[in-house]
């Protein structure tokens, strides 16, 4: 999974140049990882799919779209692997999704892969500091 290890290996992969990154300079400071973890998901998601040979196909049910559910805990003030934001399992769905479209991946593997790999990109969304 060498096309999924780093964001610039998944642009690469895709034909992306890594370092054209959103432009988020206009935004608050506290507002711009965000929208540049979501872009760097989403390039890591279209490269699995890309290598996988197969696009997202809405309207067909019984093809496999992945998402990583992520569980929030407030017992403390801390984020982390061990208490606030973890990973908690993979999921499949054929009729609702909890997830934006960009999110999902080809495979529970690619997926498992990714959101412990790229476990900062996730927090990045999820977490405001």
């Not at 999924?4 to 054209?20: C, S, V």
């Not at 496999?64 to 769905?93: C, H, I, P, T």
Request: charged letters at 20%; proline letters at 4%; hydrophobic letters at 40%.
């Amino acid at each position: 999974m060498k096309h999924l290890a780093t964001f610039e290996a998944a642009a690469k992969t895709i034909g992306l140049d890594p370092t054209q990154l959103p432009i988020v300079s206009h935004l608050p400071e506290s507002m711009q990882k965000a929208p540049v973890a979501l872009f760097k998901l989403s390039v890591i998601s279209a490269a699995a799919w890309l290598k996988e040979g197969v696009k997202i196909d809405w309207n067909n049910r019984s093809q496999g779209k992945y998402f990583a559910w992520w569980k929030m805990r407030s017992e403390d003030n801390s984020v982390g692997s061990a208490s606030g934001f973890s990973f908690g399992d993979s999921y499949f769905d054929h009729s609702t999704s909890f997830v934006g479209s960009r999110l999902v991946f080809p495979t529970r593997k690619a997926l498992e892969y990714v959101a412990k790999k790229h476990y900062a990109l996730y927090r990045d969304i999820y977490v405001i500091d």
